[in-house]
């Protein structure tokens, strides 16, 4: 099964490195924003979503602000919410 996303990309950025648990350095992501219109206890509301991608897609996307792309995603939970990473 393949989940794609269809997106505008407001944002896109590269997160700082950081040191894992272990102390291990890890390289910092790139990160694809999008502002989604989503339904709250609250009624509609804007929500801004961070899609971490691996760096070839973040590179193949920098220069894309405004465009709209579908990519392929697959989901977790956290806090019993559903987010999406870019594979």
Do not use: H
């Amino acid at each position: 099964m393949e989940l794609l996303a269809k997106l505008k990309i407001d944002n896109i950025y590269k997160a700082k490195d950081f040191t894992s648990k272990d102390g291990e350095v890890k390289a910092g992501k790139w990160k694809l924003q999008t502002m989604e219109q989503v339904e709250t206890e609250q009624g509609m509301q804007m929500k801004l979503f961070d899609i971490s991608v691996p760096e070839e897609v973040g590179l193949r996307y920098k220069d894309k602000i405004g465009d709209i792309v579908t990519i392929q995603v697959a989901t977790y939970v956290n806090n019993g919410r559903v987010g999406f990473y870019g594979i």
